[in-house]
């Protein structure tokens, strides 16, 4: 007979500003592990968590759950690399500034969120002129502009 899942005893996960998962504060190193988590990481109004069976097990997460840790020119646009091995096109009109400066955008079809490390905050920010209009930041990608809002939060 199968344990009732309400009496379970969850686990603590988290995801700590640089994207690295955490088990009971123990760094999740194993690759195959780490694919199963960052696959099955879902969010709701209630925060993120992974679906197991009927029991939904929250996953804490201290900035954004992905870092986009590359920025690299594709055609007239820019491509991120993210920190769980993907490649995507980078949407533009998602990218904004956080606090200090970090740069944040939407990724995986508009469903996470995703601080840019230093390095990628670099090649991104090497291409962001003054807008005078807003007295802010604007990118340009080929010929075209968009506006970067600054937001008080990641």
């Known amino acids: 007979m199968a344990s009732d899942p309400s009496t379970w005893k969850l686990p603590r996960l988290r995801i700590d500003r640089d994207g690295l998962w955490y088990h009971e504060d123990q760094e999740v190193t194993h690759e195959g592990i780490l694919a199963t988590l960052r696959a099955g990481l879902l969010h709701d109004a209630d925060g993120h968590y992974l679906q197991i069976g009927p ?25 991120v690399i993210l920190n769980d091995g ?7 009109e998602t990218v904004r500034l956080g606090p ?3 740069p944040y955008a939407t990724v995986k079809d508009g469903r996470f969120q995703a601080r840019f490390n230093r390095a990628a905050a670099y090649q991104l920010l090497q291409r962001l ?12 990608l080929g010929a075209r502009r968009w506006v970067i809002p600054r937001v008080a939060g990641g």
Do not use: Q
Not at 62 to 76: C, F, H, M, N, S
């Open 100 to 102: 200090g400066e970090v």
């Open 55 to 79: 029991v939904r097990v929250p996953v804490a997460v201290d900035d954004a759950p992905l870092v986009v840790i590359r920025a690299e020119d594709d055609g007239d646009g820019l491509a």
């Open 129 to 140: 002129v003054d807008d005078p209009e807003t007295g802010g930041a604007a990118l340009v």
């Open 86 to 92: 993907s490649r995507e096109p980078l949407r533009p």
